[in-house]
């Protein structure tokens, strides 16, 4: 029962303030505030009038009630449902009120100069049955006993969340909790309210006990707090780990009893390892709970595995279930089909992280929409009835580009610790059937040399050539670019060599570590490297002015860059003309695994590298691999690599069209891009609108079909706190790591695991793989523990060395034969005693 109605002022931030009254029912807001949220009042602006088409478009969007000045209500009335509006008076307006507008509204809010509950009554007189909402235009908020008093006549308090707050009562400010607890009463002897616990859905969970502390704490924190009648205060789930997070509290008719609505985790409500008092629960929810504990953990080989990992199948079992639905014709049959038909939507709705609580809200939103739809079906499934049976099947199947581009949701509150690894794992890379694959390639090219190069180019880059390598000078018109490409580049190339260029170590680094003990450390380039361009779905020549770069900064002697060639033969000129900056002096016209073979063992014409870098597909990860564990090769590579991945935390400030922007940057490099958000503690209506912006961005991109793929297998994560997203997102350790944060630079030094960090709004990570100066050759599938990204010094190498004077080994040289001796090797004792015995 609604007796309190915050008003949000235009300016409040408060969003804990926030969270506690959204509790307690709807929220009047301003319609000049910019997030108007699901089933609230809209305050409509006298100085900025709105038109008929305004407020039904309100209204659609889900608010539940708009509050109109006078002449905006005169215009509505018979347009929109009566129960949609509440007329807008000051005291004076009252005996303006024609009959029309008072039998076309729902309520009024009266604003006052003060509470007089003599003027309240007489208002209500004349608004027969229409519920009275009270605005007293004061600074100060009125005292509880003026509060009790207005309550108790039936009239609503309206107030601005500015005079609310989470302290005590003041002169100035009402603590929420004091509001809400005003008109409560209790005629049991303890003075304690019977509550029940219930789902979001309204499911029982069972009956407990309030107090005015407990209720208070509940609002104040949003966590299930009762009063046990033995043991005191009660806060669920302190000892046992099964917390609730409350979605709302309600009083009844009577204000003698409340009803907590509540996210139960854990085993469940009830002590025993059950989720109700009332036993386990049955249909839907139990259907719920099941599917969501089999999407976790279902076993290998389970038909709800295979529903769950094969969209297709899902997809096909929706269209079937629902045909035969259609085609049922009595009760039973009806029944039993529509069973099956909400086992397989409701498998599809958790596979995506949407819960029954979720739809229900979905149906309530349609609900509130004033215009509406014809409601005719869409052309495929149209039937004529003339010579067709009534049952007959549809002949066109639900097209994909139907289909919203959507990312499944996991909460990390209330997941198992099982369910929480399960999020951090990335798929399974089968390295060992990989490498397999590629080791008869690898040895191909191993053993003939050019002419197997040739033969696997032909027949997996489609291009036949008459030669492996380009070799320097290049041709102009071979580099020939657009001056905007061209401009672009140098820019690019300019930023990043000034990056790279800071990090040489030119230094030599010496320690004394004793008297005549002299140790040194000192960097030289690695004198061949191969830097592997990919080719496939995109042209990358940033990543070959991200590896040629730092390969030119460190003075390798060698640079070999590896390219799949386009079918004529060519390599890509953007490609050619940073080979051209960075000093290139080969450029191997291969992809694939027979160019990493071609570079770890040389042939005729392609010179041998001693590390190959940059990232590629399986076939290029695994020949890597496999060529860094042969002795014979002698070459190293830069790192483990796996499909790109991008981790984006976004808070309240985050703007959900940027943070749509930044997943789908991620998304579009392949199919098996890795892409999670990890939202703290964002509002429903927050993460909607980052869900629709993912859905029409992606709609509007020209790689859309990598997208239907890529982003259905992303996730969401919910957190609660800052320190719960920083945390999974160390452990998760991502390539690129995205902060949508407010004060986003001072969280930086929370950050352990990543390949990259972007920091604040306007810092894309497209600005990483391109121009800002930082490498994007990073490492990948949690290996950001281990390994940094590739960096200047991922081309050099240290030598040590140490010079010891006579007197020097003099001291030392005792130390050293003795523990030669120890591991009983004479030779190195005697090395040094031969030199003690000669003065």
Known sequence: ????????????????????????????????????????????????????????????????????????????????????????????????????????????????????????????????????????????????????????????????SSQITHAPTSPTQINVADIFLAPIRSDRPDGLFPTIVSTQTGHSLGLVYSSVESIKESILTGRGTYQSRKHGLWRKGETSGATQTVVSIRLDCDSDSLEFRVVQRGAGFCHLPRQSCFGEASGLPALEKTLASRFESAPAGSYTKRVFDDPQLLQSKIMEEADELC??????????????????????????????????????RKAKKVTRRPGNAKSQWNRKTSGSSPTASPTTSLSAPDLSIRMRSSNLSEVSPEARAALLRRPVLKSDEMIAKVKPIVSEVRVRGDAALLELTAKFDKAKLKSTC?????????????????????????????????????????????????????????????????????????????????????????????TPPRPDGSISPEVLYVAHLVGASAILKAGGAQAVAAMAYGTETVPKVDKIFGPGNQWVTAAKMLVQNDTDALVSIDMPAGPSEVLVIADYTANPAFVAADLLSQAEHGVDSQVVLVAVDLMPEHLARIESEVDKQARALSRVDILRESIPKSIIVQALTIDDAIQFSNDYAP??????????????????????????????????????????????????????GVNTQSFQKYITSQEITADGLRQLGPIVATLADCEGLQAHANAVRIRLETK
């Open 470 to 562: 380009m070799f320097p000078p290049y041709t102009k018109e071979g580099t020939q670019i657009p001056e905007d490409v061209k401009l672009a580049i140098d820019k690019a190339y300019e930023n990043i060599k000034k990056f790279h260029q800071a990090q040489t170590d030119g230094s030599t680094l010496q320690v004394e570590t004793m008297p005549g003990v002299v140790c040194s450390r000192f960097a030289r380039p690695i004198a061949r490297v191969g830097l592997y361009i990919p080719g496939g779905t995109a042209i990358l020549p940033s990543t070959a002015l991200m590896l040629g770069i730092p390969a030119q900064v460190a003075g390798c002697k060698e640079v070999v860059l590896a």
């Open 1 to 160: 029962m609604t007796r309190f109605l915050p008003l949000i002022d235009s300016n409040e931030s408060r969003n804990e303030l926030l969270s506690s009254l959204s509790l307690l029912g709807p929220l009047i807001v301003s319609s000049s505030h910019p997030d108007i949220p699901f089933n609230s009042h809209a305050l409509l602006d006298h100085n900025n009038p709105f038109s008929v088409d305004q407020i039904i478009e309100l209204l659609d969007s889900g608010v539940d009630k708009v509050i109109l000045p006078l002449a905006s209500a005169k215009e509505v009335i018979g347009v929109i449902p009566k129960e949609r509006s509440i007329l807008l008076l000051d005291v004076a307006s009252v005996s303006a009120v024609s009959d029309t507008v008072r039998n076309g509204v729902s309520g009024v809010l009266l604003k006052t100069p003060e509470i007089d509950l003599d003027l309240i009554t007489s208002v209500s007189q004349f608004f027969a049955n229409s519920p009275i909402h009270v605005l007293p235009d004061s600074s100060h908020p009125p005292s509880i006993q003026t509060i009790r008093a207005l309550f108790a006549t039936g009239t609503n308090l309206v107030l601005p």
């Open 735 to 788: 390539e690129h790591l995205i902060l949508h944060l407010e004060n986003a630079a001072d969280k930086v030094e929370s950050i352990e695991n990543a390949g990259s960090v972007f920091v604040g709004p306007y810092t894309p990570e497209s600005c990483g793989d391109y121009a800002s100066g930082t490498n994007h050759t990073l490492p990948t599938n949690g290996y950001a523990r281990q390994f940094s």
């Open 327 to 364: 085609r049922a014709l009595t009760k039973e049959e009806v029944a039993f089909e529509a069973a099956d038909l909400f086992y397989f939507a409701l498998s599809k709705c958790t596979a995506f992280g949407v819960g029954i609580a979720d739809i229900e809200r979905s149906l309530d």
